[in-house]
């Protein structure tokens, strides 16, 4: 089940990030999150005070997480995307997490069909999502879903010095 995350959700969505985190090599990153950069609890916090961050359960367990919203960020702005759209056309998935546990069991793919409906719900016409370029886990996901890469653009992200930011839509 998703749903929109309640205050009793945040401890949990931070250990996520915490897990998530506590996993990535600074040697050769997965995601190219940084400890303590983002994200961090504060994050989770910022969304669901804009009642923009969801949560899926299972077993009665937060298992993932993404903040789904119209908020294009700024470096957006740098890319080259292919669909033209006013700005409340245009839904977009940020920080999708999925407990390292929880690994493989279709849970991101899940997040993802659970976005698009979201958007449609809200008659939204294209999709946006972003990925550090190291990334290569969400890359594949999102293309295997049908998303196409139009841009790389570099910037600080997040806090984050020298992202890749690779930037992906998809039609509704």
Not at 57 to 69: G, L, T, W, Y
Request: glycine share 6%; with cysteine; charged share 25%.
């Amino acid at each position: 089940m998703i749903r929109k995350a309640t205050e009793s959700d945040i401890p949990a969505v931070a250990e996520i990030y915490a897990h998530i985190l506590a996993n990535e090599d600074p040697a050769k990153p997965a995601t190219g999150w940084l400890k303590g950069i983002y994200p961090v609890e504060a994050t989770a916090r910022a969304a669901l005070g804009r009642d923009d961050l969801f949560v899926c359960i299972e077993d009665d367990k937060v298992v993932a997480s993404a903040i789904i919203n119209r908020t294009q960020v700024d470096v957006y702005a740098d890319c080259k995307w292919s669909l033209e759209c006013e700005d409340d056309e245009v839904m977009v998935l940020h920080t999708l997490t999925v407990e390292p546990a929880c690994a493989g069991r279709g849970i991101g793919r899940k997040f993802v069909a659970f976005y698009e409906d979201y958007a449609r719900g809200h008659n939204c016409k294209a999709l946006r999502i972003d990925t550090n370029a190291v990334n290569v886990t969400a890359r594949g996901l999102y293309s295997k879903l049908g998303y196409t890469e139009v841009g790389i653009v570099p910037c600080v992200f997040n806090g984050i010095p020298n992202v890749m930011l690779v930037c992906m839509e998809k039609l509704l």
